[in-house]
């Protein structure tokens, strides 16, 4: 039998005969509709095919020894910023205190004369070296305190900001510095007084272990007192200024890791709920005031670490693995090809005042708080074990893409035909019935 008589049998789509076949103006119509319909549902398989979206997972975070960067802008509209003091702890035992390394310390004018920015500066107000002008052989005295082990000159307190880490650390109140040679040289107390109807703005970044820990803003040189972490607060409760100083504050943007670009957050943003950056750092725009000096603001912060993975990302390295110094102040976090290695929080606050007593003023009677504390600012932050991934991928795959072509394809031109096949069952009919 030849080979071609094989497969006549298995043939599924038999043909008719050219004489056979009848055209008409309504399938004509039919067809064209159909091959425009055809054209608008594969174009938008395509555009299905070419959708991004954003797939989020929850594990465990395994990530062991990193650090976190912390950046910040907060205004405090009645406190210079000779005394204002940020530090930094951690449950690990490091403490940082008086930390400066990428924070910039803004001098603001007097809220009445519009609160403008007087200066800017990194650092302590008083990084200068007071003693570079003195006589080599020159080595003051640090009255009764040993020397700080920073000195610049061994065993010595040639400036006053040596003679104030002396004090620090022996726990002794420092006060204006008065009758104390290197202050009086460098005009300290008078620097104060020029200061004292200023505001302060905190902005900058730092990077501090990934565990839990607190960083904070106080009055005042601080210094540990045996187990206990303590700041001296004489010129900040000794104010001239009527009214005195107040941690009244606002929080422009508090954020922990690399902020998110504007077209993640919107794709973040599509799975069918409101989202911004505002949603990732909650805290932004948060204004708290006060009148009284001895009062504290307290704000629990729990930090999830989340992950971005950009479509095509492949790991091939972490960028969190290579050493920390080596990474600029906020670089840390940007992976390879656009990955984002960042955190979200939420917060709760509470704020009383150091003198105790009931919160009946906010309408809890109920609620007593306990007597002493440090004014200030503190925010305590814990690091979540979950940790959140944000993955890019297709919303189907090349082969789901085929098969959607070939069910529009097959199915368009299956109703067509229905379609055009009553139209000419009709049209007989129709016909049959005039002639009858």
């Not at 055209?23 to 095919?49: C, F, K, N, P």
């Not at 803004?106 to 809220?111: D, M």
């Not at 100083?245 to 409101?274: I, Y």
């Not at 670490?305 to 080596?326: C, M, Q, R």
């Amino acid at each position: 039998m030849p080979a071609k008589s094989r497969f006549t049998k298995l043939d599924a789509f038999t043909k008719t005969v050219e004489d056979a076949r009848v055209r008409t103006t309504s399938g004509g119509i039919v067809t064209i509709t159909s091959l425009i319909l055809i054209t608008w549902l594969v174009w938008g398989e395509w555009a299905d095919y070419r959708r991004i979206v954003v797939h989020p997972e929850l594990i465990v975070d395994k990530g062991r020894g990193e650090k976190m960067e912390i950046h910040m802008n907060i205004s405090f509209p009645r406190i210079p910023c000779e005394l204002l003091t940020l530090d930094v702890m951690d449950v690990s035992g490091e403490v940082q205190t008086g930390v400066m390394h990428g924070v910039n310390k803004v001098r603001l004018a007097n809220v009445n004369e519009g609160g403008h920015e007087i200066e800017t500066k990194a650092l302590q107000l008083h990084a200068d070296d007071g003693a570079a002008h003195l006589d080599p052989n020159y080595c003051g005295g640090c009255y009764g305190a040993p020397p700080p082990t920073s000195a610049s000159k061994p065993g010595c307190c040639n400036t006053c900001d040596e003679v104030r880490d002396a004090y620090a650390s022996v726990s002794w109140s420092f006060g204006r510095g008065g009758n104390v040679e290197q202050c009086e040289r460098e005009h300290y107390g008078e620097h104060l007084d020029e200061q004292r109807r200023e505001g302060c703005r905190i902005e900058g970044g730092i990077r501090v272990n990934k565990v839990v820990g607190n960083f904070h803003f106080a009055p005042g040189k601080s210094f540990s007192n045996g187990n206990m972490h303590v700041h001296d607060l004489e010129n900040y409760f000794q104010s001239p200024v009527e009214g005195g100083h107040t941690f009244s504050h606002k929080v422009h943007h508090l954020r922990f890791g690399p902020q998110l670009p504007d077209e993640v957050v919107k794709k973040m943003g599509n799975k069918g709920m409101a989202w911004s950056n505002h949603h990732l750092n909650p805290l932004d725009d948060t204004e708290q005031t006060t009148d009284e000096k001895a009062f504290n603001y307290m704000y629990f912060v729990k930090v999830v670490s989340t992950a971005y993975l950009p479509l095509g990302w492949d790991k091939k390295g972490n960028l969190l693995d290579v050493p920390h110094e080596l990474i600029e102040l906020g670089s840390y976090g940007h992976g390879e090809a656009g990955s984002i290695e960042s955190h979200q929080y939420s917060v709760t606050s509470h704020k009383r005042s150091l003198s105790g007593g009931s919160d009946a003023q906010e309408g809890h009677k109920e609620r007593l708080h306990a007597r002493g504390g440090i004014p200030g600012v503190f925010f305590s932050y814990d690091i979540s074990p979950m940790k959140v991934i944000n993955r890019e991928a297709r919303s189907k795959s090349f082969s789901g893409f085929l098969v959607g072509v070939c069910a529009v394809i097959g199915g368009t031109l299956t109703v067509a035909a229905a379609i055009d096949r009553a139209l000419y069952e009709g049209t007989q009919r129709v016909k049959k019935l005039h002639e009858g």
